[in-house]
């Protein structure tokens, strides 16, 4: 499956981006898909994911309450809705995707920034 994020941009704190991140491929139903980040000089990190059903969904704390993660199986796209935005969530925004019975993630988009400011 092939993964293209999109929808960073610039916002200031307490602002709200959502990003997209869209699959290829006719699988997209069978797969895990999260949204990873990574800030300057910091490892990637996890932000969120959501089961094949879209009926299941894990966040960071750090991003509990703020972010929402969703699938549209229709569109073959998953969304990450970012409200409330503080300068710390400023990082690159991966989307990934894994089979279920995976124990990593397979397959990874290119990166979309997200920068907030204070």
């Known amino acids: 499956v092939q993964l293209q994020a999109s929808g960073g941009g610039l916002v200031v704190a307490g602002g709200s981006l959502r990003l997209s991140c869209a699959a290829s491929g006719r699988t997209f139903s069978s797969y895990v898909m999260g949204w990873f980040r990574q800030a300057p000089g910091k490892e990637r990190e996890f932000v969120a994911s959501i089961v094949p059903s879209g009926g299941i969904t894990y966040y960071a704390d750090s991003v509990k309450g703020r972010f929402t993660i969703s699938r549209d199986t229709v569109k073959n796209t998953v969304y990450l809705q970012m409200n409330s935005l503080k300068p710390e969530d400023t990082a690159v925004y991966y989307c990934?995707?894994?089979?279920?019975?995976?124990?990593?993630?397979?397959?990874w988009g290119q990166g979309t920034q997200v920068t907030v400011s204070s």
């Open positions: 990934g995707a894994r089979w279920a019975t995976s124990t990593s993630y397979d397959y």
